[in-house]
């Protein structure tokens, strides 16, 4: 199957910091990543569909100005938490879309905010 | 909004006991797909139902979609330890995927 990494995998920021979360599509080219959000024992919440070339589209709720997405090429999409707070200690994943629907996830980023 | 129910939240079971994990839409889905993840770890793309009631199995796992392709369940047969995890539908509205809240499998050998 389609593989899809993701870096950091774990990563520890001071509160008012921003992080980076790259998210890659190693060997297929993704028009559409996704980005989720998961707390522990917890469903996968979707906050924003990335599209290659053009702006990311949120779901309700979601701060576009506190999660900045950009997806330049069609192997890359980046998610960046500005001015982390402990409350965005979380399991980021990112997915990216096959050609049948279904979607390749990434590892995963555990944020901790301190 | 779209929303995905997915029943039992967790479940405990004796290997070789059979596990069945169901998901309801309140709305028709276009199609739907089931996912695995074991503790730790990431979603991994189980399957995926288009057609009103498919039925597909892969070795000890069944997939079924209801006729109103508003429901859709996952059977295991005789479960292993290898079994464990959470089993997550998602419902696909359009070109958005809604995930279930997963059902916790645990295996006692």
């Known amino acids: 199957g389609a593989v899809v990494s993701q870096h950091p995998s774990r990563v520890i920021c001071k509160s008012g910091t921003s992080v980076k979360i790259e998210c890659r599509s190693l060997?297929?080219?993704?028009?559409?990543m996704f980005w989720y959000r998961q707390f522990p024992k917890q469903s996968l919440m979707l906050m924003a569909t990335s599209n290659e070339g053009s702006k990311a589209t949120y779901e309700q709720g979601v701060e576009k100005d506190k999660f900045l997405i950009n997806h330049a090429s069609l192997t890359l999409s980046t998610l960046t938490v500005t001015s982390a707070h402990p409350e965005d200690s979380s399991f980021y994943i990112c997915?990216?879309?096959?050609?049948?629907?279904?979607?390749?996830f990434g590892p995963g980023t555990r944020l901790t905010v301190t | 909004g779209q929303q995905v129910m997915q029943i039992p939240q967790y479940q405990h079971v004796q290997e070789g006991e059979d596990f069945t994990t169901y998901c309801n839409s309140s709305?028709?889905?276009?199609?739907i797909q089931w996912y695995k993840q074991r503790p730790g770890g990431h979603p991994v793309f189980l399957i995926q139902l288009v057609k009103s009631g498919e039925v597909k199995k892969q070795k000890r796992l069944t997939f079924q979609f209801g006729e109103a392709k508003k429901n859709s369940s996952l059977h295991i047969t005789a479960t292993q330890t290898t079994d464990v995890g959470t089993y997550f539908c998602?419902?696909?509205?359009?070109?958005?995927?809604?995930f279930g809240a997963g059902t916790i499998l645990r295996v006692k050998s």
């Open positions: 997915s990216a879309a096959g050609q049948g629907n279904e979607q390749y």
């Open positions: 060997d297929f080219q993704a028009t559409t």
């Open positions: 709305t028709t889905l276009s199609n």
């Open positions: 998602a419902g696909n509205y359009g070109n958005k995927l809604v």
